[in-house]
């Protein structure tokens, strides 16, 4: 933001650049001025269910880290982990707490996404959730058209009341 001379933003990521988008609403609340979220989780608040996670991160970072070039392994490994490792429940205990519009886009056939997305809904205040009929893990990819549709309202509402 800073680089573009922008104060504020509507703030916007899938999957796990929708959990990112919230995490950076925690560090910087002054900056954000509505969230898109897509097939996004809010993250574990069960210290087992985290574990699990956590441990799923291990082994992909080490199977994709054998796809990385010589020396170049042990620092995405590093930079993998940090980023995709849960610490805590911060993310998901904050939702109640976030005082700025979210719309949270799910695809109807992405089932690990849409429990986790009707709950970032229904506790975000100002949260609306849309799914995508027949769409997957990535319905801007898939079924753009109504994606752009959902997104361009959403904008509308937010950036220009």
């Excluded at 205990?93 to 970032?120: C, H, Q, T, W």
């Excluded at 995508?132 to 950036?159: M, Q, Y």
Aim: with cysteine; charged share 30%.
């Amino acid at each position: 933001l800073d680089q573009v001379g922008a104060d504020r933003a509507v703030v916007g990521g899938h999957s796990l650049g929708g959990y990112l988008s919230l995490a950076f609403r925690i560090a910087h609340p002054d900056r954000v001025e509505g969230l898109i979220l897509l097939d996004t989780g809010p993250g574990y608040r069960d210290d087992t269910a985290r574990a699990g996670w956590n441990r799923f991160v291990d082994k992909e970072v080490r199977r994709l880290a054998e796809e990385q070039p010589g020396d170049e392994s042990e620092g995405w490994t590093r930079t993998a982990e940090r980023i995709l490792k849960q610490h805590d429940g911060s993310v998901i205990e904050s939702l109640p707490a976030i005082d700025v519009p979210v719309l949270v886009i799910v695809g109807e056939n992405d089932k690990p996404f849409r429990g986790g997305s009707a709950y970032m809904a229904d506790k975000i205040p100002d949260g609306e959730l849309v799914v995508i009929d027949g769409a997957g893990h990535s319905p801007n990819v898939t079924h753009r058209e109504e994606f752009d549709r959902c997104v361009t309202k959403f904008l509308a509402r937010v950036v220009m009341p």
